[in-house]
């Protein structure tokens, strides 16, 4: 501790090594040495808790400037749905409200900031909740990478989401759905979404080769996505594919993805109403040169807003509400539930890793899995 020329006193906590070998140290100022000691101390329990920060480390770095980058490596490195939400949510919200502001001045009240914006512009409590979370996990990695950001930023509580209104389709509503898909020819893709719990991506990348009819099972082990070119402008340059993703390339950007846990990859029994749609549906189902079970009308990968609106129109030819497509694969839990199926059968078929990451050991029978498919067919009016 010293005093200076100008008068101001200066603290020096020495901090390691820099790249180039000299040592190097971390100076505070402050006009009295008494604030100066209070603000070596408080240097000091920061370096205890979130380390000695880069000294590479841009003090000046403005959250746009850093939000650029993260969305650059998350790009490289994430899923792209996943990256793609975070550029929605950074640059739509974020960027905009706080974008200005440097990292180290940030503070509790630009991260209301962020929440009011959204919630002025009339946005559900849910995008709000989103985009808190995105926003914090940001701020994390910068801390990570030796950035300084004020530890009010993070004492900002979460938000609070309003309840889900997805649920379950009425037993009396699905059972019209699957009625009318007979007449306008969905059933086969009807009966995958409420027997084999099949999200809509995975509706999607199935193909015939996944469907063993013989032992009766079908492998739902792939996802239909589409991928991000790496050059828009120049498209013979490949696609953005995050690391450690198994992919296969299709047609343009559409590829089929593997998903990254092991309980996404799942073998479902084939119960015989499944079955019987998807022999049905073979004999009559476009040509695909991927063999995709349910393809456009030319053979191409099916379009997933394509997807979304024959359900929609399914509904309404019904006459039901207009429900969203997953809520046929939360019927399909309901069900399980509703006839006593254990917990892990139903995590087993719906692909959920929440027990199973705790129960690592638990061995499904393949017959508990039929029975428990079958009942959810009965309870549906489906005859084998």
């Known amino acids: ?25 971390i100076t505070v100022y402050a006009p009295t ?32 400037a850093f939000a650029e980058a993260y969305l650059e490596h998350r790009q490289a490195t994430t899923s792209t749905s996943s990256s793609a939400n975070d550029a929605s949510n ?31 512009a009339g946005r559900k409590a849910s995008t709000i909740e989103r985009v808190h ?3 914090i996990k940001m701020l994390k990695t910068a801390v990570a990478e ?17 309840e889900s209104t997805r649920g379950a389709i009425p037993h009396a509503d699905a059972v019209k759905i699957i009625a009318t898909s007979v007449r306008t ?55 953005i594919i995050p690391e450690g993703d198994e992919v296969r390339h299709l047609y343009l950007a559409y590829h089929l993805k593997r998903p990254k846990t092991a309980a996404g990859k799942r073998v479902i029994p084939l119960v015989p109403p499944l079955r019987d749609a998807l022999l049905a549906w073979r004999e009559n189902c476009p040509h695909s040169e ?3 079970v349910f393809p456009r009308e030319n053979g191409l990968p099916q379009m997933e ?54 129960q690592a050991y638990i061995h499904i029978d393949a017959a508990q899995m039929v029975r428990a498919l079958e009942g959810v067919a009965g309870r549906l009016g489906l005859e084998g």
């Open 305 to 358: 807003k394509s997807d979304v609106r024959a359900w929609r129109d399914l509904c309404m030819d019904a006459g039901v509400p207009e429900y969203d497509l997953y809520e046929a694969r939360h019927t399909a839990a309901s069900l399980l539930k509703s006839l006593g199926v254990p917990d892990e059968v139903i995590v087993r078929i719906m692909g959920h890793a929440s027990i199973l990451s705790t």
């Open 1 to 25: 501790m010293h005093q200076r020329k100008d008068g101001r006193w200066a603290g020096t906590i020495e901090a390691g090594w820099t790249s180039r070998g000299t040592r190097r140290r």
């Open 133 to 135: 979370v995105v926003l």
């Open 146 to 162: 030796g950035h300084h950001i004020p530890q009010a930023v993070f004492a900002v509580p979460k938000p609070r989401r309003n």
């Open 33 to 64: 040495k008494r604030e100066a000691l209070q603000k070596m101390k408080a240097k000091q329990r920061e370096i205890a808790t979130q380390g000695v920060p880069d000294e590479q480390a841009q003090q000046t770095l403005t959250v746009k």
């Open 185 to 239: 020819g969905q059933l086969a893709r009807v009966l995958v979404a409420f027997l084999a719990a099949a999200r809509p991506a995975e509706a999607l990348g199935l193909t015939w080769g996944a469907i063993d009819f013989e032992r009766g099972t079908l492998d739902i082990s792939w996802q239909l996505k589409t991928l991000r070119y790496k050059d828009r402008a120049n498209k013979s340059g490949g696609f």
């Open 90 to 120: 950074l640059n739509l919200w974020v960027i905009p409200t706080i974008g200005h502001v440097r990292l180290n001045r940030l503070g509790a009240q630009h991260i209301r900031a962020v929440q009011n914006a959204i919630r002025d």
């Open 290 to 292: 991927w063999g995709l």
